[in-house]
């Protein structure tokens, strides 16, 4: 069987398909996929080719290489084609298992489960789907389910995914207009207990749904609202629901945001990291109470699934990446690296009068920028900020990626914050080029004229074209 196996294989060369078709993404992306992405990567400058990646860094086809501090949003929390979980997964496929029966119960899924409930003892069981905003679905349809309501409280600029029951709980405007009618919502500000006690008290709250660290600029609830909140939803029958989508496996010096308070919440989202950056994977965590609700019979034994959910391939990546995470001490690693960035971004506030605030736990790191006090920089600033709020902050991003070769990113649309989210393997090496970048175009910026100036009336030209 393996030689005719073999046999057919002989048809599909990725090393050579590879090679043939060289440098075409941009090409076949605008033609096929999303017309307006190889647009916006040449508006900026970033329409670069990457031809491999290893740990924190890619490598163009003259061997350059960039820095990584953006890991596909979280994604790459153990770095790119990590060894270990690359390993994990040739051996699955040598295994030849027999996955996605159907009609079987995995081991592997069951293992995985194991392994992530044991970081959360509070809570009993786990299902798996294929993404973070499948994660979050989960928990709104198991929330509404067992509670026996409708309406899911969440907070003003929340991200919690782009499907359809997602984004009911997405507090941002430009991702749902135009989609609408949405499921039953109520926004609330971030660590309003006063706004929740009152949606509380009307009635029909399933839960309320809160990142433990926005990702959309990197913003913390106060001190005490996790805890405060969830007591405030037990009075009142309903559930505290954390996504740990981007926060979660390590990304903020503990295994899962929530743990920097005193909390134990009753649903918990995972996904990005999960993955090992290999196969995409989404984790719903809850207490057995909910499972038993949603799954109260035999006849219900499907009435949430999906199909890819627990298949082999996910599982041992998960498996394998908690492996590394443990191995390489990766989460104190995080704490270590992300409190000597937090330090050193701290101290140059005072340096560069544009930097307003620096924010953040473990490697999830946020820098805002603001109004200048000095009248010749407040009148490009004004100037930026008439056309499109937002554009110093990716004013700053394309220098330190096209002089640098470090990838950022800016936090979210119309805001003039950049968020770091490297791999949780960096060390001081890759903390201090970051630095050096940054410090060389932040001093840049100062001066009020150069290249940085003169992209930034390029961008405000583009700004006010498509306004």
């Known amino acids: 069987m393996s030689e005719l196996a ?35 990567l040449h508006a900026i400058g970033f329409d670069r080719t990457y031809t491999r990646a290893e740990g924190a860094y890619m490598y163009d086809a003259e061997g350059r290489d960039y820095l990584d501090f953006l890991s596909g949003f979280g994604v790459f929390g153990v770095g790119r084609n990590h060894p270990v979980v690359r390993s994990a997964l040739h051996q699955a496929l040598d295994a030849d298992l027999a996955d996605l029966v159907q009609f079987d119960s995995p081991l592997l899924a ?28 989960a928990a709104l349809k198991f929330a509404r389910f067992a509670t026996g309501r409708p309406r899911v409280v969440y907070c003003d600029h929340a991200f919690h995914g782009l499907t359809t029951g997602s984004l009911s709980v997405n507090g941002a405007a430009e991702f749902r207009d135009g989609f609408d009618p949405l499921l039953p919502d109520t926004r609330i500000a971030l660590g309003d207990l006063e706004a929740l006690e009152a949606e509380l008290r ?46 979660g ?23 990005k990291a999960l993955s090992g ?58 704490e270590r690296m992300g409190a000597l960035l937090l330090s050193e971004l701290t101290e140059r506030i005072g340096k560069f009068e544009m930097l307003t605030d620096v924010r953040g736990r473990g490697l999830m790191i946020g820098f805002e920028f603001g109004k200048p006090r000095s009248l010749k920089l407040k009148a490009g600033w004004n100037t930026l900020q008439a056309a499109r709020k ?67 009336r390029t961008l405000v030209t583009q700004a006010v074209k498509r306004g």
Request: charged fraction near 25%.
């Open 202 to 247: 009307k009635g029909g709250v399933a839960a309320l749904l809160v990142e433990t660290i926005q990702g959309k600029g990197v913003l913390e609830p106060p001190p005490g609202f996790l805890s405060a909140a969830h007591s405030l939803l037990k009075d009142h029958g309903a559930l505290l629901i954390c996504d740990e989508v981007q926060t």
């Open 6 to 40: 073999g046999g057919f294989g002989e048809g599909f060369d990725l090393g050579k398909l590879l090679k043939e078709r060289a440098g075409e993404g941009h090409r076949l992306q605008g033609r096929m996929l999303n017309p307006q992405l190889p647009r916006m």
């Open 249 to 271: 496996i390590g990304r903020t010096g503990r295994f899962f945001a929530y743990e920097h308070e005193d909390v134990q919440p009753d649903i918990v989202t995972v996904a």
């Open 390 to 456: 937002g554009l110093f902050a990716q004013m700053v991003v394309v220098p330190l990626f096209q002089r640098h070769r470090i990838l950022t990113q800016v936090s979210g649309d119309h805001v003039d914050i950049i968020k770091l989210l490297p791999p949780l393997t960096i060390g001081e090496p890759e903390v201090e080029r970051f630095l050096d970048a940054f410090d060389d175009v932040m001093r840049d910026a100062h001066k009020g004229t150069g290249l940085m100036w003169d992209f930034g």
């Open 110 to 137: 069951g293992l995985l489960a194991e392994k992530l409930l044991a970081r959360a003892p509070h809570l009993d069981r786990v299902y798996f789907g294929n993404s973070g905003t499948e994660a979050v679905e």
């Open 277 to 334: 950056g290999f196969v995409p994977v989404g984790a719903t965590l809850a207490k057995d109470w909910i499972f038993e609700k949603v799954y109260s019979s035999m006849d219900r034994v499907l009435v949430h699934d999906s199909t890819f959910g627990s298949n082999a391939m996910a599982m041992v990546a998960g498996l394998a990446t908690l492996q590394v995470i443990e191995d390489e001490e990766l989460i104190e690693n995080a």
